[in-house]
Structure formats: C-alpha cells, structure tokens
C-alpha cells in the first residue's frame, strides 16, 4: 500500500470509529469533569448527606465544592464522597473563618483533598466602604501564604457588589490589580459578572490565567415577581436554558486559567436535584 493510500485509509478509519462513540467523549468542556457546589442542594444535604451525594453520582457529577460538612468530620464526609467517586477540589469559607482559626480550616481542608479554598461571600457589614476592600489586601495575602505552604491555592468568589464604583475603579477591580497573583486567584462567578453589566471573556482577555475556578449558572429573561423570595427564584435558571452565552464564556475560559468549573443555582423553582440534572446533561454535551 503506497502511504498516500495508508494516510487515507488510516483517516477513514478513524472517522467511522469515531461516528460511533458516544457523543459526551467529545464533550465537556476542555474534557473536564462538569462540578456543582453543593450549597443548591443545601436542605436536601441537611436532611440526608449520603443519599443527596449518592444521587449526585448518579446524575453524573464528579467533582463537588463544598461549604458546609453538616456535621461529618472531614473524614467521614471524604469517605461519602469517595464511595461515590466524587472528589472536592474545593471549599467555600467566610471572612470571619478566614480571620479566626484559619490554619485549623487548613488542615482540615488537606484532609478533604481541596486544592482550593475560596472566601465565598462578603456580608454586608464586611463591605460598607472602599477602605474594607483595600483592608482586605492584607488577610487574604496573609490567608494566601498559609494555604500555598499547604498545596492549596488561595481564591475570592465575586457577587455582583464588588462592581459597585469606587472613584473610577471597583472593588473587584482593584483587588485583582493589588492581590499578588501569585497568591491569590479568582473564582469567577460568570451569572453575577453578567448580572453586574459586566463581560466575563473581557475579564479573562485582561488578566489571563487568573481565574482558575468558574461558578456556572444562567440567568433568564424576564422580570422577576415583586415578592421578594420569588424575586430571587425568578433571577435564575438551569444552565443552558437563560440568557447567557456559554459556549462564547468557555471558548474564552482556557485564557483565563480554567481548571475547574462549578455548576450553581441559588434559587431554583423546580426541585434542585431536577435543576442540577438539566444544567449537568447540558454541559456535558456543550463543546467548544
């Protein structure tokens, strides 16, 4: 056989094997493994962690963010999740766990496996002024410093205050110019980004490799009812059926440093594991 022939024959080999593989071998974005933060099944974990994760496996999850261990130690909750071939690449802390006994968090985090930690949320009385946020350089640094002597990477989720404007910057804007990047990296939650009027492929194109971790949740397209409840519930929507721009966000997110991504949904109006189910069948057939 002359090699034009072989190269030829090799090719159409190859498309007729792959015509008949499933199609979620070539999906996922980047091949990586689609992750949830447990907080949207928070009350069905309060009731049940074994039975919730187990359910988790069975929709297809392999990989979780963790904020609460319901009262497991880190131990046992490890072995939950190994049983079910769920892994934690990563935890949700607040600023006072940030502040107070950070190095016990730490430890405890190693024996989970995290390879992240991440202050999740300011509240409101951690955020009335500017002088907060240029406070906060320091102990997150300092946070930062521990978790790296401990593999762990140190990083800060957004919500949509940080866009609030400060002079002419903002709050999330200037912690990415004066947290070392080195140190500290960004959780970038893509719904609250967008939902702040800001573009998250912008955020990426300016600081690249920044943004190691994604929070995925869509957003839809209609007015929210005015009770305030419903408000929020009305805000948020299983991945793939809102308004946000998925493929065109994860096209971009190898520039900005995506190594994991975690679906979310605060508020969900079906029954969270149904919600979850939809916004993990969708990315597992989403390809850039």
């Given amino acids: 056989m002359h090699r034009r022939e072989f190269l030829r024959a090799t090719a159409m080999g190859t498309l007729a094997i792959s015509s008949q593989l499933p199609e979620s071998l070539f999906a996922n974005p980047y091949g990586k493994p689609v992750g949830l933060q447990l907080y949207t099944l928070r009350d069905q974990l309060e009731k049940d962690v074994a039975g919730t994760i187990q359910q988790v496996a069975k ?25 079910n071939g769920i892994t934690a690449s990563s935890g949700h802390y607040l600023l006072k766990d940030v502040k107070s006994d950070w190095d016990h968090h730490v430890e405890d985090a190693k024996k989970l496996g995290l390879k992240y930690m991440v202050n999740a949320i300011l509240q409101p009385e951690e955020r009335n002024s500017f002088d907060d946020y240029k406070r906060l350089v320091e102990v997150f640094s300092k946070a930062a410093e521990t978790t790296q002597k401990a593999g762990i990477q140190f990083c800060y989720h957004n919500h949509n205050f940080e866009f609030n404007k400060y002079g002419d910057t903002t709050a999330y804007d ?7 990047p080195k140190l500290v990296k960004f959780e970038m939650d893509c719904f609250w ?33 005015s009770h305030e409840l419903d408000a929020k519930m009305g805000l ?38 149904e919600a979850v189910k939809i916004s993990y069948e969708y990315l597992s057939k989403l390809t850039v």
């Fill in 59 to 83: 929709i297809g999850y392999r990989d979780v963010e963790i904020y609460s261990l319901y009262g497991k130690s880190p131990a046992e909750f490890a072995k939950i999740l190994s049983d």
């Fill in 236 to 273: 948020f929507a299983p991945v793939g059926q809102g308004t946000i721009a998925w493929k065109r966000i994860f096209a971009a997110a190898k520039e900005g440093g995506m190594q994991h991504y975690f679906v979310e949904q605060d508020y969900c109006e079906q029954p969270p594991l």
């Fill in 174 to 180: 200037y912690l990415l110019k004066s947290l070392d």
């Fill in 193 to 225: 980004v967008t939902h702040a009027g800001q573009d998250p492929v912008a955020y990426f194109k300016k600081h690249p490799g920044r943004f190691p971790l994604l929070h995925i949740k869509d957003m839809k397209d209609k007015p929210a009812p």
